[in-house]
């Protein structure tokens, strides 16, 4: 009996190895006894690796390399341009996180090596999830995504609320991959295919009518919802996000959702696409209650981490509306949102990482008081990032909304896209507090009796202001207003991702 | 150089004074940055002229020209480019904001001389101007949209410019939430159209004009109304013009007067070409506009805030405005915009200076007699009001009547209109020389006198004149200082110039005799219907605003004028029903409140409470906040219910969605 | 359909029947008492003597490490098997495969070593 070999493009799968094979480099290198190699070469190397993924996916480009063809199938790992954007958003989310965690404490209570390899696993894991055309990929991408972020929540080992965070992202999450791998089995069941052209075609004939497959479909779509903190799936963000080392809330937020929807959109929009009249009210029902459910909850919130994570569930109901569309379109604004939400939030996060380390008062909304005056450094980025989040002109935020309802107008979901707005206006109650509390507020006095206890992220030794926080949240702030005024070369790729599917 | 080139150059003057502000104001000494930020409006302004210039020198058909920097958004359904559309329109509309930003700009040089957020100020304002220059001179939706929602913006930031005030963050507030109800209004029309049209220029709209007739083109537009009344203070959404008086003077001046507020005017004169489709959606704005025209003017002639009157006053004009270009009268409108900018901005900078020598008192209950202690701001506020009254030969009277001349000759029920129109021109002139006489004729005050013996009068401790409340002059209040137009060199040089504009200004369009506005006009309005009124009815008309206008500054007069208003107190006890219902402003606020503001106030508690409580909370008892204290008993915590429970509402969601598709198959 | 489903039910019988029998194997070969034992049978010594042994024994944590990192190993290894005997049939690619899989392996070993995972604690 001869076994033909599978075939991979190697070129095509440079990004992923580069990210696996940086995880191995920086868990030996973190091995090593030198302390300045633990603490300045682990997390260079890793960033040498998250960089290397984004070099080798831009020289990927356009290739719309196919790896890993077995005889007579489709090839179970698809590098096209939607999977390369999402490898972008995850690389440079890899590279600012390994920025902002180089001098916090979890690396350091986890051990460097460990807590880098992680990382770089787990954005190994959403490439692998974005670009699967087999759900028995699909399924493997996001456990790959997951397990490591699991671990990495509990980084700071000696906080109890890290090992809260852990825990309930542990436990809930399970449940959630548990419901998508039921999901997955009963496509498979009802199609008799585990590649998403064979689904296609076995759903073809299925649509409306068949159980099986409509079941599958939804426990799929609330495997992903969960991942991607689409409400009433959403329970464990807040939490998770606050708990979690501020770093690696950073990461999850943007990474773990671009993966998610990079997923959510090429399942659906190309397996699933012939029952998109079954799945797309749905879908849209599910937005509208996730950004209400979001700005709902943001307000009132005086944790930033926990109004960034209510927050972060509103932007999930923004992004479901150019996946509910299914064109092509659709594609385009969901990947230009996400890579512009990768923007404001880091911006966002690197402020709140560096006041978690000026100041006693941890993620709590007066941590940020007064630094108008005293950071503008700090303040700008907060304010661009929270300006666009709000989605006010002249940011990325912006246009990123508009051509989301656009997607949603034109694909005859114009109450959604009118949902969109609302939201939107109501999400101006709490950003603004943000805002205000810098730019109109006095500094709240360090020293104080009432002060809460120092959390386990600040660091007395860093009380001065740290360049790598700063380059970050300047950085994205920049980036944010640069694509809010001048969108097109962005606006270029997201359509290269969008026409990636093959839809309309 | 081109008139589109001019165009640009128009815009970059101000954001280039904005960022230059914005960046190195501080280091500038004295009164600089405000020099600094006045040049960048007259730079503005001069392009403003030369690119009128170029456009005058083309033929008729080549003056709507279209400029793109670059391609903002190009994709396979939006088109969006970084364009203008210099026509006659927005060259009129770049012509007047500049020009009078210019003089508020130099009135502002002095007039906020003493105030600790001077480079502040110059920096907002001056990005105010670069937004709404945006917003006239956008070719196109999206630009449209980014104007409007950077003007709400700056206005916010204005009207919250003293940030320590209470009532002025309120107030600024309340203006960014009705601002932006109007830009959510203007967004979605504006899709409503593109959805149609499939373009999201102007002129590719308007092409296209002809075949989107249809209830989704009367959507649209009367969502681009709902953002037209938030911008333009229309009933129901103007509570927010008379608070915002709570900004600096030199803001309610250039922003609630004589540019900002009327967006909406400009909005329904662009898009008349979509209006001209949509007899439903111009028949609101008509109505609406009269509606607002009436009400705000009787709330006017009670009014006891100085400011307060000047802003109702103004949500009366723009009514006016809005009622005219909603029916048709384009160029009227446009015509009465333009003066209004001239003598309103005037008024209020008299009321800036008046309420200086007042040390920062804005009530008229307690001004009196400042004739002879003002001389200069006596003269600047009659030239205002003789403007605003409609007494010929000042601007305002041509502008007013050309209006209503136009709205009357509609026939029909628009007659109406007309009537409520020149009942309203008799208020407004009761209303406006109520003012003038209340401040300035009978018996000095305390300050008068003390101004008239050569000294301002300063307060030892301030205070905010809304409520009472004890203030210091850092940055966030109002600075020491007062200036008032007498000894102040640029406030009465931007006064002066207003005066003689209001005074003139109606020479562009005088019945019978010159054309200039409607020739130059032309060609933005050029499919648009003619009306051509019969010569009795111009007569008629003119006549009627005269006499109306003269017999109201009589009858304010008697009431006012004489015995230091004894008559206007027996009045008002007279009839204290109608009093009361008008001192609360027809009780608007109360009824949004009621409407709107306690269930939002409810949702947000639902929010905050209910929602955290059940949700996040409810599940947390010893779970978030319980860690902290529990200490040790933290794994058990974390394992105990409200994990469950979120696990349980995961299952509640799953249940439903599968539900869901059991239920489709 | 359910028909596909049959080779699943037949081994999910299978394995709850062997696990049943190897459980009760137990009491049909071990020795048997016909008469109920006293409570002082009951009693992990008949000597009298309280157990030092307490129900809730603690096993060292290093127990379960080593534990699972034999488990881990040992599975991975078990993996080779399959290839090894098919390798002629899979080719070079296999080969290379198997050499990657060995090389990860080392250096997950190199890893829990260097760690002290192995070392008793």
Known sequence: MKHEAPNIDWAGLSPVIALLGGAIVVLLAGLLRSRLVRERAVPFLAIVAFGASLGLGIWQWGEDAQVFIAKGSQATLAFDELTLMVTFIVAVAGIATVLLSWRALAPREAAHGEFYALLLTSAAGMVAMAGAQNLVTLFLGLELLSVPLYVLCATEMRRERSLESGLKYLIIGSTGSAVFLYGLALIYGATGGTDLREIATGAAGEAGGDVLLLTGIGLTIVGLGFKASVAPFHQWTPDGYEGAPTPVTAFMAVATKAAAFGAMLRLLDVGLIDAQPDWAPLLAILATITIVVGNVGALGQSSLKRLLAWSSVAQAGYLLAGVVVASSLGVSATVFYLAVYTMMNLAAFAVIVARERETPWGDDIASVAGIGVSRPALAWPLTISMLSLAGLPATAGFIGKFYLIDAAVDGGYTWLGIVIVIGSMISLAYYLRVVAAMWMRAEVAAVSATAQPRLAGADPEAERPQWELYLVAIAAGAATIFFGVIPSPLFDLATAAGRSLGLL | ?665 | MLRTYLPAIVFVGLGTLVGAIFTMMNSWFGPKRKRTPTTFKQDPYECGLPSEVQQGFRFGISFYLIAMLFILFDIEVVFLYPVAVQLRAFGTFALIETIVFIALLVVAFVYVWRRGALEWR
């Not at chain 2, 907002?124 to 001179?137: E, I, K, R, W």
């Not at chain 2, 929602?149 to 940030?163: E, K, P, R, T």
């Not at chain 2, 394992?639 to 799953?654: C, H, I, K, N, T």
Request: net charge negative; charged share 15%; proline share 4%.
């Open chain 2, 1 to 665: 150089m081109s008139a589109t080139t001019a165009a640009w150059l128009v815009l970059a003057c101000p954001l280039a004074g904005t960022i230059l502000l914005g960046l190195f104001g501080r280091a500038l000494p004295g009164r600089i940055p405000g020099l600094v930020g006045t040049a960048a409006i007259a730079g503005s302004f001069v392009f403003a002229i030369l690119a009128f210039a170029d456009l005058q020198s083309r033929g008729e058909e080549q003056r709507q020209l279209v400029s793109s920097l670059y391609d903002y958004a190009v994709t396979g359904s939006i088109d969006v480019q970084m364009s203008i559309l210099v026509d006659p329109l927005s060259i009129l509309m770049m012509l007047v904001v500049s020009g009078v930003s210019m003089l508020i700009h130099l009135y502002s040089v002095a007039y906020m001389g003493g105030d600790r957020g001077y480079v502040r100020f110059f920096a907002y304002l001056n990005f105010f101007v670069f937004s709404m220059l945006l917003l006239v001179a956008a070719g196109n939706f999206f630009l449209l949209i980014v104007g409007w929602a950077f003007v709400g913006a700056a206005s916010y930031l204005l009207i919250s410019f003293w940030y320590r005030r209470t009532t002025a963050t309120a107030a600024g507030i309340k203006a960014f939430v009705i601002n932006v109800v109007g830009d959510v209004g203007l967004t979605l029309g504006a899709f409503f159209i593109l959805k149609e049209s499939g373009t999201l220029d102007f002129l590719g709209t308007f092409k296209q004009a002809e075949e989107i007739s249809g209830a989704n083109l009367t959507a649209g537009l009367i969502l681009l109304l709902v953002g037209a009344f938030a911008k333009s203070a229309q009933i129901p959404l103007h509570t927010w013009l008379p608070d915002a008086m709570e900004g600096p003077t030199p803001v309610s001046a250039l922003i609630h007067a004589a540019t900002m507020v009327t967006a909406g005017v400009y909005l329904i004169a662009r898009m008349h070409p979509l209006f001209e489709q949509s007899a439903a959606a111009a028949d609101v704005g008509t109505i609406i506009g009269a509606v607002t025209l009436f009400v705000a003017a009787t709330i006017g002639l009670v009014a006891t805030d100085l400011k307060r009157v000047i802003a109702y006053s103004t949500m009366s004009q723009i009514g006016y405005m809005v009622m005219g270009v909603s029916a048709g009268a384009y160029v009227a409108g446009l015509f009465h915009l333009m003066t209004h900018a001239f003598f309103k901005a005037l008024l209020f900078m008299a009321a800036g200076s008046l309420i200086s020598a007042m040390g920062g008192e804005q009530s008229l209950d307690r001004m009196r007699g400042f004739r002879k202690a003002m001389p200069f701001t006596f003269l600047c506020f009659c030239v205002g009001g003789l403007a605003l009254a409609g007494v010929p030969p000042f601007s305002g009277f041509f502008s007013k009547d050309e209006i209503l001349l136009v709205v009357g000759d509609e026939g029909g029920w628009h007659w109406i209109l007309y009537v409520v129109g020149y009942v309203t021109a008799l208020m407004t002139a009761i209303y406006t020389w109520r003012m003038i006489f209340r401040a300035f004729f009978g018996d000095p005050v305390p300050e008068a006198v003390e101004l008239e013996h050569g000294h301002i009068h300063h307060v030892d401790v301030p205070v905010n004149p809304a409520t009472g409340e004890e203030e210091d002059t850092d940055v966030g209040f109002p600075g020491p200082e007062h200036h008032i137009a007498e000894r102040a060199l640029p406030m009465k040089i931007a006064m002066g110039t207003l005066a003689v504009l209001a005074t003139v200004g109606g020479v562009v369009l005088i019945p019978k005799t010159t054309t200039w506005l409607d020739t130059f006009l032309e060609p933005t309005f050029a499919d648009a219907p003619h009306h051509d009124p019969s010569d009795g009815m111009i007569w008629f008309g003119l006549a009627l605003g005269a006499a109306l206008g003269v017999l109201g500054i009589f009858i304010a007069y008697t009431i006012w004028g004489k015995a230091n208003g004894e008559i206007a107190v027996r009045l008002r006890e007279r009839m204290p029903a109608v009093h009361r219902f008008l001192i609360n402003k027809w009780y608007f606020d109360e009824l949004i409140e009621l409407l709107v503001v306690r269930p939002a106030g409810w949702f947000g508690r639902f929010g905050q409470q209910t929602f955290e409580r059940v949700f996040v909370n409810g599940t947390l008892v010893g779970g978030t906040s319980g860690i902290v204290r529990a200490g040790s008993a933290a794994v058990r915590a974390l394992q105990s219910g409200f994990l469950r429970a979120y696990a349980a509402l995961l299952l509640v969601g799953l249940g439903a969605v599968v539900l869901y598709f059991l239920l489709q198959a």
